[in-house]
T-cell receptor, first 116, second 111 residues
Framework: DTEVTQTPKHLVMGMTNKKSLKCEQH?????MYWYKQKAKKPPELMFV???????INESVPSRFSPECPNSSLLNLHLHALQPEDSALYLC???????????????FGPGTRLTVL | AQSVTQPDIHITVSEGASLELRCNYS??????LFWYVQSPGQGLQLLLK??????LVQGIKGFEAEFKRSQSSFNLRKPSVHWSDAAEYFC?????????FGKGTRLHILP
């Protein structure tokens, strides 16, 4: 199994809604990431979890709340989002061993989020 | 500061023609280097990577890249493109705990 899965594929939500994005991998990877990607732009790093602990938070607004319940699962909880938060949200993971900063990231297919 | 530059925003080639996508990096030491491909609305797929060793790296889908330290480049090549290669291509470097992506090159294929 060499796959990172993300659900849902598409999500439409209002500015007052609470929703969650889910990312899962069963490759034994111990670092997991959330990225935000706007159209025609490269991905921007949001959060890094290493061994289920938050390692990097790239000054992301508190309306985005990450959670890593176990080594295979990464969630992104969304609350009171703004229309400008509409984007493709990508999850990635990295094999253990050399550390999260020194190895290949494997990406999931993404969740296309639209905030109305 | 570390940076990755992809000078070409768009590239158009005919099906069956050869392809070279340019990537330049800026970093004091040798970074880890990657090429990813992204089809519309999809995630990023790793094509190939360079960490050390042989400077000519083979990847999936018939792609290869050559690391040239003297030119700070890591250009992606394919001898004969297929219509299915039309996508966005990102060069990336990993150094100092950060992965930095270039702005991407959109590849268009003419039939």
């Amino acid at each position: 199994d060499t796959e990172v899965t993300q659900t849902p594929k598409h999500l439409v939500m209002g500015m007052t809604n609470k929703k969650s994005l889910k990312c899962e991998q069963h490759m034994g990877h111990r670092a997991m990431y959330w990225y935000k990607q706007k159209a025609k732009k490269p991905p921007e790093l949001m959060f890094v979890y290493s061994y289920e602990k938050l390692s990097i938070n790239e000054s992301v607004p508190s309306r985005f709340s990450p959670e890593c319940p176990n080594s295979s699962l990464l969630n992104l909880h969304l609350h009171a989002l703004q229309p400008e938060d509409s984007a493709l949200y990508l999850c990635a993971s990295t094999p253990p061993g050399r550390g999260y900063s020194t190895d290949t990231q494997y990406f999931g297919p993404g969740t296309r989020l639209t905030v109305l | 500061a570390q940076s990755v530059t992809q000078p070409d925003i768009h590239i158009t080639v005919s099906e069956g023609a050869s392809l070279e996508l340019r990537c330049n990096y800026s970093y004091g030491a040798t970074p880890y280097l990657f090429w990813y491909v992204q089809s519309p609305g999809q995630g990023l797929q790793l094509l190939l990577k360079y960490f050390s060793g042989d400077t000519l790296v083979q990847g999936i889908k018939g792609f290869e890249a050559e690391f040239k330290r003297s030119q700070s480049s890591f250009n992606l090549r394919k001898p004969s493109v297929h219509w299915s290669d039309a996508a966005e291509y990102f060069c990336a470097s990993l150094a100092d705990d950060k992965i930095i992506f270039g702005k991407g090159t959109r590849l268009h294929i003419l039939p």
